[in-house]
Nanobody, 132 residues
Framework: QLQLVESGGGLVQPGGSLRLSCAASGFTLDDYVVGWFRQAPGKEREGVSTISSSGGSTNYADSVKGRFTISRDNAKSTVYLQMNSLKPEDTAVYYC?????????????????????????WGKGTLVIVSS
């Protein structure tokens, strides 16, 4: 069974950092664009960041630019989201996702709100709480 598993969430104070990980089981992530999404309490899920299979192309939502960094280690079939300078409004369940296809252009030109519809494989999420 193809699955994505997120880890690394937790409680952190404002201004702190966390690193989330996304690992695949049943398939390898190496050939896929991977995205991070989040859903805050009472809000719709939103796109946070994406990364190409090589790691050479990344995209970020405006709300996290300059604070979050997406990366991947294909040797470990794992994608990371380094989150720095965390704010209370970053509190959410964070999900990683991958499309059904290995196309590297599937998200080209799309705004973060449009990424989600192209994703097929989803993890169950990891909770991040930013609070003092």
């Amino acid at each position: 069974q193809l699955q994505l598993v997120e880890s690394g969430g937790g409680l952190v104070q404002p201004g702190g950092s966390l690193r989330l990980s996304c690992a695949a089981s049943g398939f390898t992530l190496d050939d896929y664009v991977v995205g991070w999404f989040r859903q805050a309490p009472g809000k719709e899920r939103e796109g946070v960041s994406t990364i190409s299979s090589s790691g050479g192309s990344t995209n970020y939502a405006d709300s996290v630019k300059g604070r979050f960094t997406i990366s991947r280690d294909n040797a470990k079939s794992t994608v990371y989201l380094q989150m720095n300078s965390l704010k209370p409004e970053d509190t959410a369940v964070y999900y990683c996702a991958a499309p059904r296809t290995t196309s590297q252009t599937i998200l080209d030109g799309l705004q973060p709100w449009a990424w989600e519809v192209w994703m097929h494989y989803w993890g169950k999420g990891t909770l991040v709480i930013v609070s003092s």
